[in-house]
């Protein structure tokens, strides 16, 4: 039983470019989260999803886009890469109202 | 909106001593509360969570946490801690109430000393 699976682990990109990081979870949990964290901040949720083909924004959602088209996964999407979006992502996943579990975390690192 | 208060960045604790982090949270409705734990390089593990009942929960590797609805409040407890616990610690509160997500506080870095 994996649980909640990211990839990829770690990214270096370029300002402007543009990358997709991939979750996937395998307990058949309708909620799934992609949240960032930075020094100081805790982790701040950037968008979420209740269910299949469902999105919606978090706190900080800008210079962000996710799709859920299957249950099982979760994209998130940078289309054009700034500095302050180097961070570390998490990505978890739930029921309803209850504990979150997540995946190890992708390092993005944006020059 | 909302919110959860660490209100320590830094703690540290002699190997052996007892520990209690705080947390408190905002919001008029009935929370559901958790503390998670999360070693240098590694996602977050669930310590232990709070639904409803017993106001004192015990969680995994020795922590519990009392509820305690007149202050807002989830602190976290250990008896003893050990220097395998040193890491960063958040706080987490969601509602039973529609669409409800987590928020987290901004954690408690935990430091042991010998």
């Known amino acids: 039983n994996a649980g909640v699976t990211q990839t990829p682990k770690f990214r270096v990109l370029k300002t402007g470019q543009s990358m997709t990081l991939l979750c996937a979870q395998d307990?058949?949990?309708?909620?799934m989260y992609w949240y960032r964290q930075d020094p100081g901040m805790g982790l701040r949720l950037i968008h979420y999803s209740v269910g299949e083909g469902t999105t919606a924004k978090g706190e900080v959602p800008d210079g962000y886009n996710v799709s859920r088209l299957k249950k099982q996964n979760f994209l998130l999407g940078l289309e054009s890469a700034a500095p302050s979006q180097t961070s570390v992502y998490f990505c978890a996943s739930s029921w309803a109202h209850t504990e979150a579990f997540f995946g190890q975390g992708t390092r993005l690192t944006v020059v | 909106a909302q919110s959860v208060t660490q209100p320590d960045i830094h703690i540290t604790v002699s190997e052996g001593a007892s520990l209690e982090l705080r947390c408190n949270y905002s919001?008029?409705?009935?929370?559901?509360l958790f503390w998670y734990v999360q070693s240098p390089g590694q996602g977050l593990q669930l310590l232990l969570k709070?639904?409803?009942?017993?106001?004192l929960v015990q969680g995994i590797k020795g922590f519990e946490a009392e509820f305690k609805r007149s202050q807002s409040s989830f602190n976290l407890r250990k008896p003893s801690v050990h220097w395998s616990d040193a890491a960063e610690y958040f706080c987490?509160?969601?509602?039973?109430?529609?669409?409800?997500?987590?928020?987290f506080g901004k954690g408690t870095m935990l430091l042991v000393s010998p």
């Open positions: 709070y639904f409803s009942g017993d106001t």
């Open positions: 919001y008029g409705a009935t929370p559901y």
């Open positions: 987490a509160v969601g509602f039973n109430s529609g669409y409800s997500t987590l928020t």
């Open positions: 307990m058949n949990h309708e909620y």
